[in-house]
C-alpha cells in the first residue's frame, strides 16, 4: 500500500517560491503519476499539475503554466512542487495524490497535505 | 476544459435517510472505446485530504461502505448515501479524468 507523506507547514513573503516535497513510500514510484492539487481555505479542490516519473515528463494546469515546477527523483521516491511569484491567493493546502500509470485517472492515495501561508 | 457543477451546494439529512449529491460535467466523459464513464467520486472531512470512494462512475473503491453508490453516465452523475451515518458528515466531491482533471465545488452533506 503507496503512502505519501509531504514536508511541512511553509509561510512565505510575496513575490517568493515555495517547494513542498511529496515522499512516497511502499510502491513502485516510477509505475505511479504524482499530481498536486490545492486547497484555498474554505474552497475546492484545483488540480495543478502532475508528473510522470517513468517518462520524467510534467503537465500543468493552463492557470499555474509558467508559475509552477513539478519534478521528481526516482532514487528518492520524492515528488516536489515549487510555485514561483507568490502572492496572497496562494495560501491553500497543496496535496500530492497519486494515480496509477500514465494516463488520466482518479486520484488514491493523496499526502497529508502541506499549508503554505503567503504573507508580509 | 470540462467544467463540473454539483448540485445542491448543500444539504441536511436526517439519520438514516437517504442522501443524493449530482453532479454533472459541461461535456461527455464517457469514453466510446471502453464504455466507460471516466468520473470519480471523493470524500472529505475537516482537516483530513479527501478519499476516493468511487470511480468509473460506478466502482466502489475497495473498504468504502456499501450504503455509497454511484451512478449516471455521459454528463449526468449521481453519488447516494442509502442511509447517512453521523460518520458520513462531510464535503463530496465529483471528479473526471476524461481529460485533464477537474473537480466539481464540492457538496457539503450534514446531519438535520
Known amino acids: 500500500q503507496v503512502q505519501l507523506v509531504q514536508s511541512g507547514a511553509e509561510v512565505k513573503k510575496p513575490g517568493s517560491s515555495v517547494k513542498v516535497s511529496c515522499k512516497a513510500s511502499g510502491g513502485t514510484f516510477s509505475s505511479y503519476t504524482i499530481s498536486w492539487v490545492r486547497q484555498a481555505p474554505g474552497q475546492g479542490l484545483e488540480w495543478m499539475g502532475r508528473?510522470?516519473?517513468?517518462?520524467?515528463?510534467?503537465n500543468y494546469a493552463q492557470k499555474f503554466q509558467g508559475r509552477v515546477t513539478i519534478t521528481a527523483d526516482k532514487s528518492t521516491s520524492t515528488a516536489y512542487m515549487e510555485l514561483s511569484s507568490l502572492r496572497s491567493e496562494d495560501t491553500a493546502v497543496y496535496y500530492c495524490?497519486?494515480?496509477?500509470?500514465?494516463?488520466?485517472?482518479?486520484?488514491?492515495?493523496w499526502g497529508q497535505g502541506t499549508l503554505v501561508t503567503v504573507s508580509s | 476544459d470540462i467544467v463540473m457543477t454539483q448540485s445542491p451546494d448543500s444539504l441536511a439529512v436526517s439519520l438514516g435517510e437517504r442522501a443524493t449529491i449530482n453532479c454533472k460535467s459541461s461535456?461527455?466523459?464517457?469514453?466510446?472505446?471502453?464504455?466507460?464513464?471516466?468520473l470519480a467520486w471523493y470524500q472529505q472531512k475537516p482537516g483530513q485530504p479527501p478519499k476516493l470512494l468511487i470511480y468509473?462512475?460506478?466502482t466502489r473503491e475497495s473498504g468504502v461502505p456499501d450504503r455509497f453508490s454511484g451512478s449516471g453516465s455521459g454528463t449526468d452523475f449521481t453519488l447516494t448515501i442509502s442511509s447517512l451515518q453521523a460518520e458520513d458528515v462531510a464535503v463530496y466531491y465529483c471528479q473526471q479524468y476524461y481529460s485533464t482533471p477537474a473537480f466539481g465545488p464540492g457538496t457539503k452533506v450534514d446531519i438535520k
Open positions: 508528473i510522470i516519473p517513468i517518462l520524467g515528463i510534467a
Open positions: 461535456q461527455s466523459v464517457l469514453y466510446s472505446s471502453n464504455n466507460k464513464n471516466y
Open positions: 495524490a497519486l494515480s496509477s500509470g500514465p494516463k488520466w485517472a482518479w486520484f488514491d492515495p
Open positions: 468509473w462512475a460506478s
